[in-house]
């Protein structure tokens, strides 16, 4: 069973940088996709970025250009740059996975990410 572990959230202030990394265990094929969704409060769980085994990447259109995906070729990890984080960007993001175009959605627990002054 695939498991994904995140980490690297915290607190930041407008304008800064954090970076979340995310690790699958226990598939030992790569995993057609990893991405990234969040939270806010009393907001839906919302799609941040996505990358296919292939290198096809998928940004939300408000973190384009502040945040990018990469993951590493042979490895089940994906991470998550992001640059001059906003307010808006509080929330708590998940990592997510995909074994195949046809196979369910994988989840990890979730690292809150908390941009203020």
């Known amino acids: 069973q695939v498991q994904l572990v995140e980490s690297g959230g915290g607190l930041v202030q407008p304008g800064g940088s954090l970076r979340l990394s995310c690790a699958a265990s226990g598939s030992s094929f790569s995993l057609y996709v990893m991405g990234w969704y969040r939270q806010a409060p009393g907001k839906q769980r919302e799609l941040v970025a996505t990358m296919r085994s292939g290198a096809s990447r998928n940004y939300a259109e408000s973190v384009k250009g502040r945040f990018t995906i990469s993951r590493e070729n042979g490895k089940n990890t994906v991470d998550l740059q992001m640059d001059s984080l906003e307010p808006e960007d509080t929330a708590v993001y998940y990592c997510?996975?995909?074994?195949?175009?046809?196979?369910?959605?994988?989840w990890g627990q979730g690292t809150e990410v908390t941009v203020s002054s």
């Open positions: 997510y996975a995909q074994l195949s175009p046809i196979s369910g959605s994988i």
